[in-house]
């Protein structure tokens, strides 16, 4: 599904208008982005958590040339579904 197409659906569900809608998905994008640049989590019980995770500086392989490289460490966002929306998707 497209951001177009969530947006159209969300508008059907929610009794909006696409512009508000679309709006209200901006808006629900930009407040988890900017809670996960300052290292909050963001939960939605029964739904899942939105969080940070630190990988490790490490030592890696160029499947190239099978030198050794060392990548650095990294922040990743990371999404962990909730109990009722593994239990909708089973």
Known sequence: MTKSEFIEKFAAQ???????????VDAFTEVIKNALETGDEV???????????????????NPQTKARINIAATRVPKFSAGSALKAAVR
Do not use: P, W
Request: no cysteine; aromatic share 14%; hydrophobic share 45%.
């Open 14 to 24: 929610a009794g909006l208008s696409k512009k508000d809608a679309a709006a209200a």
């Open 43 to 61: 939960q939605f019980t029964g739904f899942g958590k939105f969080y940070v995770q630190v990988r490790e500086a490490r030592e890696g392989i």
